[in-house]
């Protein structure tokens, strides 16, 4: 029987270990771009978390030929209206930020406000099938901004994402209990009988 293929429509590695380790008990043969030797960067110009998974799952199935999976995810802080949201990933102010510059200019934004600086993770999923209708799932995990960064099994803002019910950040978190609890895994939990329609498994 030909096993299943899925593109992973990220360049981001963290992302890829992550769905790898969440969809490993699916009967698929994850691909990456990289292992298609495919380079393309999509314009993330949607006005939604969805939207924007859509236009880059659309663009990475058009030019795979493969039923693909893409993200898009974000913090929301509530003290911060919401902010960074959409731009997470380019809310630091200055080109080629890192992912630590990024938790460096939140907390500086967030230095006046009262504690606890509450806040969650959305992240919608988005597969396509090459011509085909785009279907979304959506996950969310809640908990608080910390002043100080502590972990390192995570990247972006894992390591001031804090689970008070836990006493950890997100990055201080191993693999199997971050994609039990994570924004992304909820996300791909509840796409699974979606890929499992597409792609007949």
């Given amino acids: 029987m030909d096993i299943k293929k899925l593109l992973l429509a990220t360049n981001n590695s963290g992302k890829v270990d992550e769905m790898r380790a969440i969809l490993v008990h699916l009967n698929l043969l994850l691909l990456t771009p990289a292992d ?38 974000g913090l929301e802080v509530d003290v911060l209206g919401g902010q960074p949201g959409l731009h997470s990933h380019r809310f630091a102010p200055w080109p080629e930020a890192t992912d630590s510059d990024r938790r460096i200019y939140l907390l500086k934004k ?73 924004h992304r895994a909820s996300a791909l939990r509840n796409a699974e009988g979606i890929i499992s329609e597409l792609l007949g498994i």
């Fill in 110 to 182: 967030l230095q006046d406000k009262v504690r606890p600086w509450l806040a969650h993770f959305h992240a919608s999923v988005a597969l396509v099938q090459p011509g085909g209708t785009v279907r979304v799932a959506n996950g969310e995990c809640a908990g608080e901004i910390i002043p100080e960064e502590r972990g390192t099994n995570g990247f972006g803002y894992d390591p001031i994402f804090f689970f008070p019910s836990l006493g950890h950040t997100m990055a201080e978190l191993s693999m199997q209990e971050k994609n039990r609890l994570s």
């Fill in 36 to 73: 298609l030797g495919l380079d393309l960067q999509v314009r993330e110009d949607g006005e939604t978390y969805a939207e924007n998974a859509s236009l880059k799952a659309i663009a990475f199935a058009e030019a795979s030929g493969l039923t693909s999976l893409a993200d898009d995810s």
